[in-house]
């Protein structure tokens, strides 16, 4: 290297002696100690090192505003680490149609692939390339080497469809709506309302993490674990083979389970239905339970009880099915429905097994057909005589064989009734079930209409409606010999109008014949004029009879009103006193009032001789 000129003090071990710099200067290099810079071409550098002119390194050459390689491999940049290279402001130009994944996209390249939906312009405007479409909607795009960002975004551009190929980088969206769909963030919603539909061309999208369906744990899509299990926060679990379900889930329409599966306490499986507990069905609203079998047989096997339907009649179904049954708590038996009417599992009380013998004359012992359930049940004759058990006859229960105790002679027919079925009846019911008789430990009801009419407890009947004869005057309450004690009433009503009481009399006098105390009995019929010791009148039927049961009697009126048999003229409301026709009265008239007399009051007129007429009885 030739030095042209060199000027300043230059020192062996560096270039400062007594605070003066040392500067080395020629037309092709310029030390400048003080600032620390190098010039080539240059004796004013401005940077730390400045050339001017061009500059070669190995293949790399540098000219002006043009670096060039003359390496087929090309220029490689890189930077320390994760650095960035900017171009700030500037940009890249004159770029060839990329080819590998990584290449820069040229402005031609990046036309032809989105010409497809614009076809008016794209702009390169900085770093970003704006596409407008005819409509006058505009996209913003933003392109890096490892990103596509779409910036703005013009709502009405979501109609187009814009492929964007990514080989496995990653595509920034920010905010936008897409038709129906709106993107923000993490979230994809629907705007209206609609389905959201997700679809994969293999039929399979892969989930790395939780879906759910809403915001709630209750409405939760189930995902997998680690292990590929299918679980869920709350409701659902799956691990390949077992699916749990907790807490109260509706499920609609078809559920095919293969395998078994188990409701709490309940196990399905195939056709058995198991409980480790007690097992119920119910219905609501009072609905039907129908198992429905074909020609199946129903079988229900315990070894200790079956319980069906128990109520009163009022409870039987509105509408009975033939072969319904139920139990009756008020007849106490199990009933059937017969398609018709409902009747007791037992239709008949009694039935007789009939068997018959006969006497040879020696023979006292015979075996019978039928086994009895014992002596007692067992009715024996001979010649239509009956024999009384363990006197007349034993029976062997160990050889079911009779021993008559006189033997039967030949000749003799023997009858053997063996009773079988015998039921005991507790209730005898119409078809309906509200007219009953019922037979109870301690007390006997008739039931009409479902209402108690009459009950016996053993100390008295009680009555809870009127109790009448079926004709009129066709009953008696009561009878001779047959009498009550006390009759305790509110209210006697009879169609007769008047009291009587049976005196003893010296003859059968007819009804309407005034009688007197005296004669052979207690009365015979009056005789004489205003008689003091008339009794009365007797009686046609009186409405109450006092001393009913004496002996030759006859019925004397002694209140209300009677026939009477009477001598005229009467006017009504005259005081009759007794005549001397014999069992007749007669009007007062002109005649002295006797204290005692008087039998009562005429209540017609009467003009003739003798006749009959309606009296009012007052003694006086």
Known sequence: MSINRISGTMLKENL??????????????????TNGRIGIGTSIPSVEMEVIGGLIAGDMQIDGNTLSVGNPAGLIISTAGSSDISVSLSKIINCEDPVNPLDV?????????????SGNKIEQLDSNVTVTDDGGYVAEITFDINNVTIATFDENFASFQIPITTNGQTIT??????????????????????????????D???VDSA???RDTSTFELVFTNATNDLISSGTLAFDGSTLDLTGDQDITGTLTVTGSAVVDDITIDGNDITSSNDLSLTTTANGDLTATLG????????????????????????????????????????EIYDGTSWSGFTSEFVSFALETLDGDGSTVTFTLTNTPAAASSMLVDINGVAQEPLV?????????????TDVPQIGDHIVIRHLANVTDVKAVADEVGTTMFIAESAQAKVIVANVDQLVFDGTKAEITTTLQPAIDLGQNLGASGKRFNNLHVNLINGAPADVAENFVSDSQYEPGTVVVLGGEAEVTQSTRVSDTAVAGIVSTEPAYLL???????????????????????????????????????????NRAYVPGSVVGKAMQDFHSDVGVILVLLALS
């Not at 390249?109 to 989105?114: A, F």
Request: proline residues 4%.
């Open 105 to 117: 996209v040229n402005l031609r390249t990046l036309q032809d692939e989105l010409g497809a939906f």
């Open 173 to 202: 969206t920010g905010n936008a709506q897409l038709s129906d769909i709106d993107i923000s963030g993490s979230a994809i919603t629907t705007t209206i309302g609609n389905d959201l539909t997700l679809q994969s061309n293999t």
């Open 211 to 213: 879906i759910r369906l």
């Open 16 to 33: 400062l002696r007594d605070g003066i710099d040392l500067s080395v200067e020629t037309d092709i290099l310029y030390i400048d100690v």
């Open 547 to 589: 001393n009913a049961y004496a002996q030759d009697a006859v019925p004397v009126g002694l209140v209300g009103r009677v026939p009477c048999k009477v001598v005229g003229p009467i006017k009504r409301g005259d005081l009759l006193i007794t005549s001397s026709t014999p069992g007749h009265a007669c009007a007062i008239g």
């Open 204 to 206: 399979i999208i892969n």
């Open 392 to 404: 007349a006859y034993t029976w062997n229960s160990t050889l079911n064989q009779i021993t008559f």
């Open 295 to 334: 020609s199946g047989i129903a079988r229900i096997e315990s070894t200790s009880a079956f319980k069906i339907p128990v109520g009163v009649q009022g409870e039987r179904p509105l509408i009975p099915e033939a072969g319904m049954i139920r139990f009756n708590t008020l007849t106490d038996e199990a």
